[in-house]
Nanobody, 124 residues
């Protein structure tokens, strides 16, 4: 069982930056691939970024590539999402996810574990 708690959301002007953090419970954090999804009001949930369990690979949605960076610190059981050059269309609730199968995060399906989410609002 993995519990995920996000932090770092807030209100920022367009062009600004935020860093989200996701703290995971459990002793097997390093055996999970981690990722971020987001959901804006009235829109479908969408994949944002993922990182495999040994930081071998990272994956990004086209809409955030070059602006967002995902990283993880296995010693701290934490995954981060650095968001730069934010745009109003990045406004959403951002959820941290975990799964032992990275394909469920990146390719499709539903990751096994979800955090409650943190609100990111980008003003124009």
């Amino acid at each position: 069982q993995v519990q995920l708690v996000e932090s770092g959301g807030g209100l920022v002007q367009a062009g600004g930056s935020l860093r989200l953090a996701c703290a995971a419970s459990g002793r097997t954090f390093s055996s999970y691939s981690m990722g971020w999804f987001r959901q804006a009001p009235g829109k479908e949930r969408e994949f944002v970024a993922a990182i495999t369990l040994r930081r071998v690979s990272t994956y990004y949605a086209d809409s955030v590539k070059g602006r967002f960076t995902i990283s993880r610190d296995n010693a701290k059981n934490t995954v981060y999402l650095q968001m730069n050059s934010l745009k109003p269309e990045d406004t959403a609730v951002y959820h941290c996810v975990a799964d032992q199968t990275w394909e469920r995060i990146v390719v499709g399906g539903t990751p096994s574990y979800w955090g409650q989410g943190t609100q990111v609002t980008v003003s124009s």
